[in-house]
């Protein structure tokens, strides 16, 4: 138990740097993680990945939150692009995390690596951000479209949010910096509602660890928001003062692994 207690430490450590530093939203590792170290305790493999993704969701709530105040102070965040997403991410996660709810365990890992392998691709190989046009639709129809379907995959995998929108961002020429700050808040509008929805839905669930509220795992979420919450603020303060490309890329091999672990152990062994 010791040896968990400190795994869940060191993955708050590394997704809160990350989640502050690239961006991408600390649940790339902490579903992966949670979702492994479940298993290893013996819990079905029907429920481990929906705790794995709603824990993760929780720990994003907290980590957000010091994300987006040092995000604020270094003026990263733009709010206007807030206020035209908020409603349509919320949305989003609150239709992702229902719809994950009732996925079989083996068919959300399966979306997880599809997803994670797409991410991870785009990480590894664009070297510059496609533009599509100079600033955000001015359509509303078309911003709202985009930021649901944004909620939605993040939600339905446990992520904050970051790795849909801040390459979206940049299609409309927003800056790196400004990109991550501003994908920082959907973080938190993504894992809240999510994180409601996945405790509503597996409220009367079975085979739960002690210390579930339905598939949210209180521990988990409390063991790795310990760390996670300082750590994202510090990443976010050296994101501004780092070339990104090498990190981008090292942390793309890491997903690579991670789907190819993920694969082996659900589909496989």
Request: charged residues 10%; glycine residues 10%; aromatic residues 12%.
């Amino acid at each position: 138990m010791t040896i968990i207690v400190f795994i869940f430490l060191l993955t708050g450590l590394a997704s809160g740097f990350v989640a502050g530093l690239l961006g991408v939203g600390g649940g790339i590792i902490i579903v992966p993680v949670t979702y492994f170290i479940l298993l290893q305790l013996g819990y079905a493999s029907e429920v481990v990945m929906h705790l794995a993704v709603a824990s993760s969701l929780g720990v994003i709530c907290f980590t957000s939150i010091s994300s987006i105040r040092s995000h604020l102070k270094l003026k990263n965040t733009n709010l206007n692009i807030v206020k035209k997403w908020a409603f349509g991410i919320v949305l989003g996660s609150i239709l992702g995390a229902l719809s994950a709810s009732f996925i079989s365990g083996e068919n959300l890992v399966l979306i997880f690596v599809i997803l994670a392998f797409l991410i991870s691709m785009n990480m590894l190989f664009q070297q510059k951000p496609l533009i599509l046009n100079t600033d955000l639709p001015s359509s509303k129809m078309i911003n709202f479209s985009i930021s649901s379907l944004i909620g939605f995959f993040s939600a339905i995998i446990g992520i904050g949010g970051g790795s849909f929108s801040v390459p979206t961002l940049t299609m409309f020429s927003k800056k790196i910096h400004e990109a991550v700050g501003t994908s920082a808040v959907f973080g938190f509008l993504i894992a809240f509602p999510g994180a409601i929805i996945f405790a509503i839905t597996g409220f009367e669930k079975e085979g739960l660890p002690l210390y579930s509220i339905g598939y949210i795992n209180v521990l988990i979420v409390f063991i790795i928001s310990i760390t996670s919450i300082f750590t994202a603020g510090y990443g976010a303060k050296v994101s501004t003062n780092i070339d990104k490309i090498l990190l981008r890329k090292i942390f793309a091999i890491f997903l690579l692994l991670t789907c190819a672990s993920l694969i082996i152990e659900h589909f496989i062994i």
